[in-house]
């Protein structure tokens, strides 16, 4: 493609979004020697943080806040990043280019970039608002469930069976509450991962304490004195719960774009995008969570949540700001969970209708499931198989792949196609 021409050098750049990828964008901007004003904003109070910790580590260990900074403050002013922490965009004024904020302020741009990350979705039972119902997003969510769960709560209920939800769960699990997760799937992670997957994730949380609700949903969250106490299944049984927490997905947080007309997927309601991570307005960019992008791992625009797809959209959107790149964007999406002993780590994309081969040996606790469309290697997950899925991104990186055939043929493994392929 073209190259487009880059920002001018004292362009300023405000990056509306405090996450990791609003951090990483203010980073690589540096990085690159922009030398014009970087500002960031962000709703939440204190310095951007590293986010996967809180539904793990930082539950169940006694570190404070600090632990999960991305920097210090010291690092912001030496390297001429503005942070506006727990400050509210309330409206964007496109034609004048300019963020509005609570109280009518208004800073200036040349480029934005929409990093505004995504929130937990609510559930919506009687009950949902009493005392002890949590959910977690924010470090301010996980400050207050990591006093719960180090606290003299005995049974815990987790609402959904998605990656939060199980992670939270054996870290309640770890910490030795009994718990229980009710998942409305027939099975946990099951969006997520293919069956083999998903099932031997299930027998380990099983096998470590935890009991399973599947192929049923939540009637209501029941209360006593204002707080709760237990969660009532559509089919009519009580769990016992001193605290229920809820993890049935996240939604974009994309109000200000459509609010300022910008194009959002009515599928999955993020800020629509080019391949090169811009909106149809050319001063506006969107990243990470907040954003649904085309990919050529997919055969349909997709919204991720993950670490990784936050930093390499800020990578790539500040590569096209300072040099004026016109390259899409096209890195392996991929995506890691621990639970328990389980190092569990995904490269591609998936679908449901997929071909599978299991290679390894699930009984030993290590084994990957690769999946095929077209007879061509689209998606690989790994349980406590490192080389597999190390090996897994660098394929997928490229044109030459397996297929199913390849990956019965005898001794085959990803590594040594790799070795093959190069």
Not at 283 to 305: K, M, N, Q, W
Not at 337 to 353: A, E, H, S
Not at 387 to 410: C, F, N, V
């Amino acid at each position: 493609m073209s190259a487009t021409s880059p920002i001018a050098a004292a362009a300023h750049v405000v990056v509306v979004g405090a996450g990791q990828a609003g951090f990483q964008t203010a980073l690589s901007l540096r990085d690159r020697a922009h030398a014009g004003p970087v500002t960031v904003v962000g709703d939440e109070p204190g310095l951007p943080y590293n986010r996967p910790p809180l539904s793990k580590s930082y539950l169940t260990d006694r570190s404070g806040p600090a632990s999960v900074l991305l920097r210090e403050q010291m690092f912001y002013a030496t390297r001429g990043i503005e942070v506006r922490a727990g400050v509210a965009v309330t409206r964007l004024d496109r034609d004048r280019r300019q963020v509005v904020l609570a109280g009518d302020e208004r800073i200036g741009f040349d480029h934005l970039v929409l990093a505004t990350g995504s929130r937990a979705r609510p559930i919506t039972v009687p009950g949902a608002g009493l005392d002890g119902v949590v959910s977690l997003r924010t470090l301010v969510d996980a400050t207050r469930l990591r006093t719960w769960i180090g606290g003299p709560v005995r049974d815990v209920v987790v609402i959904g069976g998605g990656f939060i939800g199980l992670e939270l769960a054996a870290a309640a699990a770890t910490a030795g509450h009994h718990v229980t997760v009710v998942e409305a799937g027939e099975r946990p992670m099951a969006r997520a991962v293919a069956p083999e997957l998903a099932d031997h994730i299930a027998a380990e949380h099983c096998r470590r304490g935890v009991r399973l609700e599947v192929s049923t949903a939540v009637r209501s969250i029941v209360g006593r004195g204002g707080h709760a106490v237990g969660v009532e299944l559509e089919v009519g049984e009580v769990i016992r719960a001193d605290l229920v927490v809820v993890g049935v997905g996240a939604a974009a947080n994309s109000e200000l774009a459509g609010d300022a007309d910008l194009a959002l997927c009515p599928v999955t309601g993020g800020v629509l995008v080019d391949e090169r991570l811009l909106t149809a307005d050319p001063a506006i960019s969107a990243i990470g969570d907040c954003a649904t992008y085309p990919s050529r791992f997919a055969d349909h625009p997709v919204r991720l949540e993950s670490v990784q797809n936050a930093v390499d959209h800020a990578r790539h959107v500040a590569e096209r700001l300072v040099a004026g790149s016109s390259e899409p964007y096209d890195k392996v999406p991929w995506f890691w969970t621990t639970q328990f002993d389980l190092k569990i780590q995904t490269v591609g994309i998936g679908r449901p209708d997929d071909e599978r081969r299991v290679v390894g040996d699930p009984a030993s606790g290590a084994f990957s499931v690769l999946r095929f469309a077209a007879d061509r290697l689209v998606a690989v997950e790994s349980v406590n198989r490192p080389a597999d899925h190390m090996a897994a991104r660098r394929i997928l990186a490229g044109d030459r792949r397996p297929g199913p055939a390849d990956a019965q043929s005898p001794g085959f493994t990803l590594k040594s196609f790799l070795s093959v392929a190069a």
